[in-house]
């Protein structure tokens, strides 16, 4: 069982799906995602970075990040969690284990910290350590893909927050996570 | 590609479903669902019980309906899709294959058909012979079982109706499934 981790910080996600589930196709194509979301009107994805001192991401989010051609987190403290990636990045600190992760999290004073990508929000789903999820689900199925949410040791409940129904049939809600009991 | 079939019938389909996209645990159980049901409130299901005037369900769902103690389509004609099923219950007709399933349902008059559960959400969504989907979203996440979705051989596009928060967290929206290109 996960058990509450002592920590410091609040990690928060947003993250746009179809709506069955996925954030990105097999290969990792979100052009689906990016052509209906020019018809969403203000996501609160600035109100949301603006909230957030540091992000954390996968590798996989992270080289997908690099491909957009400028960097999209200026301002903010940048962590990898990886046991493969190897850069020289300036950008970004690469942590192989979530227990190094957290304690640099620590040293470094972040307060709030976006959990970036389906692998990130899933290892802090299963560890305890995600506090709230903003969903933004894009009017279409898709049949296959990345999903959001993986497998679970145990049910997992959230308290819905704001509903709003944006432009392009998007529709974004957020939950907060409930504690679960400590292991 | 699946193409559009010639029938004089509507389908419409209404569904719980976990945010993980569960409508069963992976044994068929519901009452993850049915407990937090209790208290969503009006969930339209009456009223969309009255736009219908057949039903139509996979095996599967059928022997569940059959668990429940009563016969909750009293007034209906209910159809079951399925090659295995064999039975004598006087309230449902058994249909083998699709083809045969819609040529009943035609001869029948059937006007209003609900889609009702997984199996026959997807079948008639991969067929494109589903029109409308209601999909009510419980504040909880399994990590496994019977999803609502499946595989497609194309994305299919749906049009936003009604979003609305209902009691216990749940989140409800209504979508029409538009017209794929005819294969």
Redesign the interface.
């Known amino acids: 069982m996960a058990s509450s981790r002592e920590r410091a910080f609040r990690a928060l996600a947003t993250i746009g799906t179809s709506?069955?589930?996925y954030i990105a196709r097999t290969d990792g194509d979100i052009e689906?995602l990016n052509e209906r979301g020019a018809q969403a009107g203000d996501t609160g994805y600035d109100d949301f970075m603006a909230r957030v001192d540091t992000v954390v991401m996968g590798r996989n989010t992270y080289e997908k990040v690099l491909t957009f051609g400028f960097w999209p987190y200026e301002g903010k403290r940048v962590a990898v969690l990886s046991t493969k990636l190897s850069t020289s990045d300036p950008n970004v600190t690469v942590h192989p284990t979530l227990d190094g992760l957290l304690d640099a999290l620590a040293a470094a004073g972040a307060k709030n910290v976006y959990a970036d990508g389906g692998q990130i929000i899933q290892t802090f789903?299963r560890e305890g350590i995600l506090d709230e999820i903003t969903?933004t689900t894009a009017?279409?199925?898709?049949?296959?893909g990345i999903p959001?949410?993986?497998?679970?040791?145990?049910?997992?409940?959230?308290?819905?927050g704001d509903?709003?129904?944006l432009g392009g049939?998007?529709?974004q809600?957020t939950?907060t996570v409930n504690p679960g009991a400590t292991g």
Chains 1, 2 share one sequence.
Do not use: C, K, Q
């Open positions: 709506l069955d589930g689906w789903l969903i009017p279409v199925l898709l049949g296959a959001l949410f993986g497998r679970l040791d145990r049910d997992i409940d959230l308290t819905r509903t709003r129904a049939g998007f529709v809600t939950y």
